[in-house]
């Protein structure tokens, strides 16, 4: 790799880690640049996924707020993390590198079309869920009077941090059927997870935007720190440690400065810049 390459590579891996922290999709930057630059694409996918770990981690730090209250959700969502992570790695050693690419696409508009009507869904959602809440409270008022159950969590203790809201056990089950899914695409080919990712909780939770967005940045957190692992393990003399290197300066800078961008932007702002870049991520990889 030549001082330019190298150059550009550390550029690339800066890109990536900004729009990392702000939706995903960073890896269309990193590795097209890695293979352009006469990286196989196997051992391009394993060294950026290596590379982009400090970013990650710059841009959890960066969404703390964000992240407060959701401890307990994220811990029950981290198993499903982990093993999707492990089953799309082991995917990626064992199975050809186009095998995920070509549904890519498909997964990317259905993100999208997800992202854009995630507004008009969730206040279809909750205005069943006040229906519903009414037709009970009718009926406990009737029963129980001033002694009818108060739902857990409608208590607020002084001076603590408020959880997130309660979600049924059908809903729990189906968040974590789609982080374990977006887990393994993840592990084996990681380029707009992110994007799939937020989507997907965005439909399935009752949270703000830049919430999701904190969720999101660990969860992927996790998915790459264990593909990274299984890569470092079992393939260790295929990974190009050089571009690993730049790609992490490069990324760390990126997911700091990334992170402290993105929480400034407004829920329409942000829903607007992923779905741009949701179809520039589109347009590269039907360029693949």
């Known amino acids: 790799m030549t001082v330019l390459e190298a150059a ?20 269309l930057i990193t590795f097209p640049a890695l293979v352009a630059f006469g990286v196989p694409p196997v051992t391009a996918t394993m060294s950026n996924a290596v590379g982009l770990i400090p ?10 707020e964000e992240l407060r209250g959701q401890g307990k959700r994220l811990l029950q969502l981290l198993p499903a993390s982990v093993a999707g992570a492990l089953l799309g790695s082991y995917l990626l050693l064992h ?7 070509t549904i890519v696409p498909v997964l990317l508009v259905f993100a999208l079309v997800l992202v854009v009507g995630q507004p008009a869904l969730q206040r279809h959602l909750k205005a069943r869920k006040a229906k519903r809440a ?12 001033a002694g009818a159950e108060v ?11 408020p959880g997130p809201p309660a979600l049924s056990t059908g809903r729990m089950l189906a968040v974590v059927l789609a982080v374990f899914l977006t887990a393994i695409y993840g592990g084996y080919f990681a380029a707009a997870q992110g994007i799939i990712l937020i989507a997907l909780l965005g439909l399935l939770l009752p949270e703000p935007l830049q ?11 996790v998915v790459n720190s264990v593909a990274a692992a299984v890569y470092i393990i079992v393939g260790f003399d295929r990974i190009n440690w050089l571009a690993v290197l730049l790609i992490a300066i490069g990324s760390l800078i990126g997911g700091y400065f990334g992170a402290r961008i993105g929480r400034r932007f407004s829920p329409v702002l942000l829903r ?8 520039v991520a589109l347009w590269r990889i039907l360029q693949m």
């Open 272 to 279: 607007a810049i992923i779905v741009a870049l949701g179809l």
């Open 134 to 145: 009414d037709a009970h409270g009718a009926t406990g008022e009737t029963a129980g009077g």
């Open 211 to 221: 919430r999701l967005n904190g969720a999101k940045n660990v969860l992927v957190l």
């Open 151 to 161: 739902p857990a969590g409608a208590a607020a203790v002084p001076g603590a941090t």
């Open 8 to 27: 550009l590579v550390l550029l690339a891996g800066l890109g990536a880690g900004t729009i990392n922290a702000i939706v995903g999709s960073g890896t």
């Open 55 to 64: 970013g990650n981690i710059a841009s959890s730090f960066g969404y703390r």
């Open 95 to 101: 199975l050809p590198e186009d095998s995920f690419i």
